[in-house]
């Protein structure tokens, strides 16, 4: 190797890790209550998708009573009871968690149904459920930003009612 040689690649890697540290101080300025606001409202979609399939009016639908019995099974809850207690959770969550009222548990209630439909029902849905739930572990770290009730009302930590 020439001399030339080494100071071209110092050269490339000067310009390539500048150029990384550029993108990297954009990408910080992106504004936080916009990172939090999608950890909420994506998953919250998803389960909220998945609820009105379960339901025709408010009637629990014959295929989902059957999904819970056959496909959803779990142990130590009875599906009827598993089929009431996740169309519930499927209807209320998502709208507590968009709305940012008590996203924190929303978002925890969320990441335990999560955790069992990976690890009783679909589990080589992984991605998938890694997915949704680092989405959920945004809000439940962070909590849900300011632009959620949960920060008008200050219910956050560290938000004065003064």
Known sequence: MTHATDTARTGLATRVRDLIRQSNALASHIPQDLVTLAARIF???????SARTKVDGFS?????WFLFEHVYALPLIP??????MATMAE??????????????????GLLIMTAVIQFLVFPGAWVTHGLWAA?????LALGPGR??????LRLEPGISRD
């Open 43 to 49: 998953p919250a979609v998803v389960f909220w998708q």
């Open 60 to 64: 629990i639908k014959d295929s989902t």
């Open 79 to 84: 599906p009827a009871v598993a089929a009431v």
């Open 91 to 108: 209807h209320v969550l998502p709208v507590l968690l968009i709305l940012g009222l008590f996203a924190r548990f929303a978002a925890l």
């Open 135 to 139: 989405a959920l572990l945004v809000t």
């Open 147 to 152: 632009l959620a009730l949960d920060h008008l």
